[in-house]
């Protein structure tokens, strides 16, 4: 009784004693294969929105068998990130010097520091 699908049960209505006037969910069982052949079986609900791929057990990538290649093309703009933003206003000549510039100006404040320290 587990591995069935029910569908339409009211709480209290039936028991679950004996199947009596239980229908199980219609199913659809779904070929996907991987690249070096292994074959995977799904089993989805008939009305269910099948994936064009699927993980196996062994974690490869399978494509489903007798399918529609589906190319999904995105509308998003790829997202920009800091460093995209930041080589918009700078060069990386300009990015070296500035990064030269600031380890320059830290390495000079810590030996103040460490000089201080040791007096």
């Known amino acids: 009784m587990s591995d069935r699908s029910l569908r339409g049960m009211r709480l ?14 219609a199913r659809q069982r779904v070929e996907y294969r991987c690249e ?25 990538e399978a494509t489903l068998v007798n399918g529609e290649k589906q190319v999904e093309e995105s509308t998003e703009k790829p997202v920009r990130t800091h460093w995209d933003m930041l080589l918009e206003r700078r060069t990386p000549e300009e990015l070296e010097t500035i990064l030269q510039d600031r380890l ?10 460490q000089a201080a320290a040791k007096s």
Request: without cysteine.
């Open 12 to 25: 209290g209505a039936q028991s679950m004693e004996t199947e009596a006037g239980v229908e199980p969910a």
């Open 36 to 60: 070096d052949g292994e074959q995977v079986f799904v089993i989805f609900a008939a009305e269910a929105d099948i994936p064009q791929t699927w993980t196996s057990k062994t974690g490869k």
């Open 104 to 113: 320059d100006k830290l390495r000079a404040t810590r030996g103040a520091a």
